[in-house]
T-cell receptor, first 113, second 109 residues
Framework: ETGVTQTPRHLVMGMTNKKSLKCEQH?????MYWYKQSAKKPLELMFV???????ENNSVPSRFSPECPNSSHLFLHLHTLQPEDSALYLC????????????FGEGSRLTVL | GQNIDQPTEMTATEGAIVQINCTYQ??????LFWYQQHAGEAPTFLSY??LDGLEEKGRFSSFLSRSKGYSYLLLKELQMKDSASYLC??????????WGAGTKLIIKP
């Protein structure tokens, strides 16, 4: 496989469920990102990991919990979400935190009932 | 605050030329990116400008004026497959990417 792979592509969950989104990059990059994409809104940066260390957490509610076990894998653990959390969650990677070009996965479409 | 403005939606005809504008107000500037995103797919990199002027890449060109806080993406010889959203993003002084909301481009035969 090449590029950035996200699973699952689609997820429907209730507000009391616990689920996780997975991202894997095969590009040898050192920085990985979680973004939230809602219709007609700019991409919202949620978390950044650089060399497995979390460098940014943009005031994201604690019901979203990231995990980066190594520089190739990134998870987003979801717990007691709200309907307004329904969105497309995009994972991206870059060579380094200051290397601008991002490589995105195709996203996980989340629906919270 | 930091802000990126681009039109919400544009319509153009197959074979024609379209220009998508982007204006920005950011804390510092370390480059401007354009990404293309087809419906249901990942955004993909189109172009990067850090110096003033025009960068040409096939049918696509991107222009930057740092003094005006302005960029445009020019698409020539439009094809139906160019129907997509085009995202403008600026890297600020902290190398944080500031994103516009995207321009949905509709191509009609």
């Amino acid at each position: 496989e090449t590029g950035v792979t996200q699973t699952p592509r689609h997820l429907v969950m209730g507000m009391t469920n616990k689920k996780s989104l997975k991202c894997e990059q095969h590009l040898g990059h050192n920085a990985m990102y979680w973004y939230k994409q809602s219709a007609k809104k700019p991409l919202e940066l949620m978390f950044v990991y650089n060399f497995k260390e979390q460098t940014e957490n943009n005031s994201v509610p604690s019901r979203f919990s990231p995990e980066c076990p190594n520089s190739s894998h990134l998870f987003l653990h979801l717990h007691t979400l709200q309907p307004e959390d329904s969105a497309l969650y995009l994972c991206a990677s870059s060579q380094g935190r200051e290397a601008g070009e991002l490589f995105f996965g195709e996203g996980s479409r989340l629906t919270v009932l | 605050g930091q802000n990126i403005d681009q039109p919400t939606e544009m319509t153009a005809t197959e074979g024609a030329i379209v220009q998508i504008n982007c204006t920005y107000q950011t804390s510092g500037f370390n480059g401007l990116f354009w990404y293309q995103q087809h419906a249901g797919e990942a955004p993909t990199f189109l172009s990067y400008n850090v110096l003033d002027g025009l960068e040409e890449k096939g049918r696509f060109s991107s222009f930057l004026s740092r003094s005006k806080g302005y960029s445009y993406l020019l698409l020539k010889e439009l094809q139906m497959k160019d129907s997509a959203s085009y995202l403008c993003a600026v890297t600020d002084s902290n190398y944080q990417l500031i994103w516009g909301a995207g321009t949905k481009l509709i191509i009609k035969p």
